[in-house]
């Protein structure tokens, strides 16, 4: 329940998530926006706009992440960067955050939570996966497809407190909210999704719905979960057909959606690949495992992240 003194919520990340978040719980708390590069400027002076499944137009405060800033001491972070940029934000925040604050995990992909731990340990940590068809279509606007849910996870007090806090919120904003019985659960669940389809659509520049239509690619789909599941299960964590199931029937409601990792390709940056496919390898070699076509796919990824760059 909401309590009539709700948390400020601070998201650092300006992409289609961290916009979509601070519209959304802008309506039921404070919430200040940390933004990085020249959109900054942009985002203070004159908002953003949500379009597609929803429609309205949003301004939080917003500061700039190579400013001086400082997070109130009862703050709810929420950590809405890529995964490839994590490392160096949280290198930025550990400094900032003080006990009785709490980071949200909102990124794609495996071993998300660790690195977390490893370079923030001492904060409360919630991993937030965010179910969510949303994609930036211009500097300052979001486009939404549809929002499934979002699913929230964490290991040990305080942070299970803070994530009841969390899940408040987000359930005010108008996000259905779940709960997995573990961090590693949440990360799995969420990432079938990116394995299965963010690589395959990526190297054949298709739109996500390709998965669906094209025979061979929901072929290669099915391998790619099924190796996926074997290597989960060496994890700690069971997978359900449901949860394999889930990657097909929620790329229906995104079929005409390209990926982040498409996006990624097509601008030469760096993609999410070492979270996801990569991951997925190194995790079956470490239990005496092989995941093939996970390799594969990482290293075809990784071959058009390299002749990006050259071109």
Known sequence: MLTSNPRPIWIVGAGAVGLHLAARLADVTAVTLVAR????????????????????????????????????????????????????????????????????????????????????????????????????VGPTTVRVAGVFQLELAADAEPARSHMSELQGLLAAGGYPVACATSIAACEWRKSLWNLAVSGPCALLDAANGAILDVPELR??????????????????VALADADLERVFTSTEKTRANHNAMLQDLRRGAATEIAFLNAAVAKLAERHGLTAPTHATVARLVAAREALGRAG
Not at 78 to 97: D, G, S, Y
Not at 98 to 106: A, E, S
Not at 220 to 227: I, N
């Open 37 to 136: 590069g020249s959109r900054t400027r942009a985002l203070a002076e004159d908002g953003f706009e949500v379009t597609g499944a929803e429609q309205r137009r949003a301004r939080v405060p917003v500061v700039a992440a190579e400013a001086a800033w400082t997070l109130p001491p009862e703050a709810i972070v929420l950590v809405a960067v890529k995964a490839t940029q994590l490392a160096e934000t949280l290198r930025t925040l550990a400094p900032r955050m003080t006990q009785g604050q709490v980071l949200g995990l909102c990124q794609n992909g495996l071993g998300v939570a660790a690195l977390a731990a490893e370079l923030a340990p001492a904060t409360a940590r919630v991993r937030v996966a965010c179910w969510l068809g949303a994609g930036l």
């Open 219 to 236: 072929a290669l789909a099915q391998s790619l979960l099924v190796e996926a599941r074997a290597v989960a299960v060496a994890e700690g």
